[in-house]
């Protein structure tokens, strides 16, 4: 169950069923939901400041993250390592274990 926490109260709310009721009926709402992997480049500048690098999409020109599909016979950090460096160029370090997960419904 993706969970986000709401900035006001600090409580967790359910992400999928909130967002169920703004999907419209039809070919945007998905039959099944699809895994992906993302990576989260980030840097600390020397002022502390941390800075994300986003990607803009091919199909919409949208910000994004770098992602793309689990790839057989690698592990989820390194899928998320190589989407940063095929669609960003980005080469670091990489964390092992997740920092988080949220729904993304894509049109296929």
């Not at 999907?23 to 895994?35: A, C, Q």
């Not at 993250?65 to 190589?82: D, I, V, Y």
Request: charged letters at 30%.
């Amino acid at each position: 169950m993706p969970l986000i926490f709401d900035s006001r109260s600090g409580s967790p709310f359910d992400v999928s069923r909130r967002l169920q009721n703004f999907l419209p009926e039809g070919p945007y709402r998905p039959l099944r939901r699809h895994r992906q992997i993302a990576a989260l480049p980030y840097r600390r500048r020397d002022d502390g400041v941390f800075e994300v690098c986003l990607v803009t999409s091919r199909d919409t020109g949208r910000w994004v993250l770098p992602k793309g599909w689990p790839m057989r016979g690698r592990t989820n950090w390194e899928a998320a390592a190589r989407e940063a460096y095929e669609e960003a160029g980005l080469v670091g370090e990489i964390e092992k274990s997740p920092v988080g997960r949220f729904p993304y419904w894509k049109r296929m």
